[in-house]
Every structure is written in structure tokens, then in C-alpha cells.
């Protein structure tokens, strides 16, 4: 009895050790003085003609104030630590402008070099991931190198950098705006390229796509919940059997320990008498079959940027999906 509940022991560690390592972020290194979304940074860009939200986190009951084009909001830390102002409408803005946040007697940060234009959402699979000095793109990138610093278009890159796919959604995330456009999604930068021809404004790309990835990973949990179809209500279900907090789950998981057992129990009987071992029990309860299962890249890739202000979002994804055009 006691190898039998050892062995349930080990099951039961390396599947939360699963569920804990959809990727591991990295190293943590000091807190910045005010911990913030993490789309806001140095070199950002913010949407235009819109009411702009911005949030963070600071200790409980801490009011917290942000600073940014002759715009002054305050809001008040929630008992979780969550802050939220909402800037008014934003004029368009190609000039580096400051943006200070600062808590009430205490902390204050400054992020430099933000503009104001437009913002899209670039997400999906390897196609929009392939980054422009791997394309056809790699010839405007010649044309850039002749160019001053001041003659490049305005065009900026965010990606957050600390987790691709993860079992629940990420608040706390880190990521940083590039101007290395070679690097950029050669789909959304030529896209943005295009934008910026044609509207004369600065253009952001909030990134958040990955290869190899089906359109099930990129679909919040929400987007299951109400379904009418059969397919969408059949991953809802499995989200459930995830989620500890619910009775599916409670189910799910002793009916899966329960399998397990069963097997090994036979196994035992067969290895003193003599016969052929049955297969124990590997496939666990929920959506933890990879972490490219349903809603792993949304939680990680794009919960910790919503509700970063948007003009709209361009998608690219497909292939993941090749076969499934009737729940696609």
C-alpha cells in the first residue's frame, strides 16, 4: 500500500509541477519602483481619440497618480493591489513625450520616449510571428539603413517576454517596445508600413502571436463558456475539470487517480503471477494535454496587455487548425 500511495504522491507532483511550468519565467530581478501593466514602458505608443486605461499595482489602499499630455487621474490601489485611471481622449503626438506615475507620498516613475497614433494587435501563428529580416521585408530594411535616425518611420514593437503559454491568465507579466524593426512580425510591420504611409501617424504593434498554435489556445476562457455549439460547450467542460475550485474537477481528477490505481493494483497482481502489464493511465483531466492547449497562449500572451487601448487587430493563423474548417 505504501509503493501505491507513493506512487499517487509522485503522480500528483509531477502533474502540478505540469501545470506550473507552462514556461517558467525568468530569473525575477529587482521590482521597478511602481510595478506597471506590461505594455507600459519606455518608447511606448498609445491609441489616439480614445479614453486611454492605464493600471498597475502598488500597495493596498495606496492612491496612485498618472501624469501624461496636460492630463492629471488618480485612482486608488483595490484590496488586491490593482490600480486603474482612464486618460481622456488622446491628440495624435510623434513628439517623445513623458508619462510620470507616482503614489501619494511615496514611490513615482517616469517612463520616456511615449507617442501617440495608432495601435494594433498582431496576433496568431507562425506566420505572424516570422519577423521581417527573414522575408522579402529584409529589402526595405536596406532602405532604412541609408536613412537618418529622424527620416524612419515612427513604427514600435511590444511583446511580452517573460511567458509564451500558461495553464491560467497572467496579470503580472513582463515586456518591453522595440524600434528594432528587423525583428518586428514582417506581417505587422508591413502593415503598420503601410498604416503610417497613409495616415502619417505613429504606429504600435502589441505582438502576441507564436507558431504552431491553434486558434483554441488564443480563445479566453469566457469565449467557451456560453457556446451553443457542442465542440466549444466539450472544451468548456474540460476547462472546468482544470479549474480546482470546481466540483468537475473534484470528479474529473479522482475518477483519473482512481484509473490509476486500478491499473497499478493489476499490474502489481500480474508482475506474481504472470502476464502481460496494462497500460497505466497517462492522458490527465482539463485542457493539459500541451501547453498549446485551449486557452494557454491567450492567458499568457494576451490577458496581461488587455485592456490596452486598440484601434483594432489583425490575425494570421490557420494551419494548426488544418482539417477543422467546419468548428474553426
Request: proline share 5%; charged share 25%.
Given at each position: 500500500?505504501?509503493i501505491?500511495?507513493?506512487?499517487?504522491?509522485?503522480?500528483?507532483?509531477?502533474?502540478?509541477a505540469?501545470?506550473?511550468?507552462?514556461?517558467?519565467?525568468?530569473?525575477?530581478?529587482?521590482?521597478?519602483?511602481?510595478?506597471?501593466?506590461?505594455?507600459?514602458?519606455?518608447?511606448?505608443?498609445?491609441?489616439?481619440?480614445?479614453?486611454?486605461?492605464?493600471?498597475?499595482?502598488?500597495?493596498?489602499?495606496?492612491?496612485?497618480?498618472?501624469?501624461?499630455?496636460?492630463?492629471?487621474?488618480?485612482?486608488?490601489?483595490?484590496?488586491?493591489?490593482?490600480w486603474?485611471?482612464?486618460l481622456?481622449?488622446?491628440?495624435?503626438?510623434?513628439?517623445?513625450?513623458e508619462?510620470?506615475?507616482?503614489?501619494?507620498?511615496?514611490?513615482?516613475?517616469?517612463?520616456?520616449?511615449?507617442?501617440?497614433g495608432e495601435?494594433?494587435?498582431?496576433?496568431?501563428?507562425?506566420n505572424?510571428?516570422?519577423?521581417?529580416?527573414?522575408?522579402?521585408?529584409?529589402?526595405?530594411?536596406?532602405?532604412?539603413?541609408?536613412?537618418?535616425k529622424?527620416e524612419?518611420?515612427?513604427?514600435?514593437e511590444?511583446?511580452?517576454?517573460?511567458?509564451?503559454?500558461?495553464?491560467?491568465p497572467?496579470?503580472?507579466?513582463?515586456?518591453?517596445?522595440?524600434?528594432?524593426?528587423?525583428?518586428?512580425?514582417?506581417?505587422?510591420?508591413?502593415f503598420?508600413?503601410?498604416?503610417?504611409?497613409?495616415?502619417?501617424v505613429?504606429?504600435?504593434?502589441?505582438?502576441?502571436?507564436?507558431?504552431?498554435?491553434?486558434?483554441?489556445?488564443?480563445?479566453p476562457?469566457?469565449?467557451?463558456?456560453?457556446?451553443?455549439?457542442?465542440?466549444?460547450?466539450?472544451?468548456?467542460?474540460?476547462?472546468?475539470?482544470?479549474d480546482?475550485?470546481?466540483?468537475?474537477?473534484k470528479?474529473?481528477?479522482?475518477?483519473?487517480?482512481?484509473?490509476?490505481?486500478?491499473?497499478v493494483?493489476?499490474?502489481?497482481?500480474?508482475?506474481?503471477?504472470?502476464g502481460?502489464f496494462v497500460?497505466?493511465?497517462?492522458k490527465?483531466?482539463?485542457?493539459m494535454?500541451?501547453?498549446?492547449?485551449?486557452?494557454?497562449?491567450?492567458?499568457?500572451?494576451?490577458?496581461p496587455?488587455?485592456?490596452?487601448?486598440i484601434s483594432?487587430?489583425?490575425?494570421?493563423q490557420?494551419?494548426a487548425?488544418?482539417g477543422?474548417?467546419?468548428?474553426?
Amino acid at each position: 500500500m505504501k509503493i501505491l500511495t507513493s506512487f499517487a504522491s509522485r503522480l500528483l507532483a509531477l502533474s502540478c509541477a505540469f501545470a506550473l511550468i507552462a514556461v517558467a519565467p525568468a530569473q525575477d530581478e529587482a521590482p521597478p519602483a511602481i510595478e506597471l501593466g506590461a505594455p507600459f514602458g519606455d518608447s511606448a505608443v498609445l491609441q489616439q481619440g480614445q479614453a486611454v486605461p492605464v493600471w498597475g499595482w502598488s500597495k493596498s489602499g495606496t492612491e496612485v497618480t498618472v501624469q501624461f499630455a496636460s492630463q492629471k487621474k488618480t485612482a486608488k490601489a483595490d484590496k488586491e493591489g490593482k490600480w486603474m485611471v482612464k486618460l481622456d481622449k488622446l491628440k495624435t503626438n510623434a513628439k517623445p513625450a513623458e508619462m510620470k506615475i507616482s503614489e501619494k507620498g511615496g514611490k513615482s516613475r517616469v517612463l520616456k520616449d511615449i507617442l501617440v497614433g495608432e495601435v494594433w494587435m498582431a496576433s496568431g501563428q507562425s506566420n505572424m510571428q516570422w519577423i521581417l529580416s527573414k522575408s522579402a521585408g529584409r529589402e526595405l530594411l536596406k532602405q532604412f539603413s541609408e536613412m537618418e535616425k529622424d527620416e524612419l518611420p515612427a513604427i514600435r514593437e511590444f511583446k511580452v517576454s517573460n511567458y509564451y503559454a500558461h495553464l491560467h491568465p497572467i496579470e503580472h507579466a513582463k515586456g518591453g517596445w522595440s524600434k528594432d524593426f528587423g525583428n518586428f512580425s514582417a506581417i505587422a510591420f508591413a502593415f503598420a508600413h503601410k498604416l503610417h504611409g497613409e495616415l502619417d501617424v505613429p504606429i504600435g504593434i502589441l505582438n502576441c502571436s507564436f507558431s504552431q498554435t491553434a486558434i483554441e489556445a488564443w480563445t479566453p476562457r469566457i469565449g467557451y463558456k456560453d457556446s451553443k455549439s457542442d465542440y466549444n460547450k466539450a472544451i468548456a467542460a474540460k476547462l472546468l475539470e482544470t479549474d480546482p475550485s470546481t466540483p468537475e474537477h473534484k470528479k474529473a481528477w479522482n475518477a483519473f487517480y482512481d484509473s490509476v490505481m486500478e491499473a497499478v493494483e493489476q499490474n502489481q497482481k500480474i508482475a506474481k503471477e504472470g502476464g502481460e502489464f496494462v497500460e497505466i493511465p497517462k492522458k490527465t483531466p482539463g485542457n493539459m494535454s500541451s501547453n498549446r492547449d485551449a486557452t494557454w497562449l491567450y492567458n499568457a500572451r494576451l490577458h496581461p496587455v488587455v485592456p490596452y487601448a486598440i484601434s483594432g487587430c489583425i490575425w494570421n493563423q490557420g494551419y494548426a487548425n488544418m482539417g477543422e474548417g467546419l468548428s474553426y
